[in-house]
């Protein structure tokens, strides 16, 4: 049985693989579900290009629906905990 910290450079890869195919990945839902599982995963430098993506899409969160807002403000939650914890 793998340990996560043998597989995490390995997931970091396709997860980047996967939101640098698609231009548009801020306003995918799925996407978004994604990056904030993995969150965890995802080392800190690519992480933090991945959030500064998803504050320059999201900076009039208002416009967008409560579910939407919802899924941002996650995000963001955890990103700070990931940052809190690791640095």
Do not use: C, F
């Not at 320059?56 to 990103?79: C, D, F, G, M, W």
């Amino acid at each position: 049985m793998h340990k996560i910290e043998e597989i995490k450079p390995q997931i970091n890869k396709r997860i980047i693989k996967l939101l640098l195919t698609d231009k548009y990945w801020t306003r995918d839902q799925d996407m978004l579900r994604l990056i904030g599982n993995s969150i965890w995963i995802i080392n800190t430098d690519s992480l933090n290009l991945i959030m500064n993506e998803v504050l320059n899409e999201y900076s009039n969160i208002e416009e967008y629906p409560l579910n939407v807002q919802k899924r941002v403000a996650s995000i963001y939650i955890n990103y700070l905990h990931v940052l809190y914890k690791y640095q």
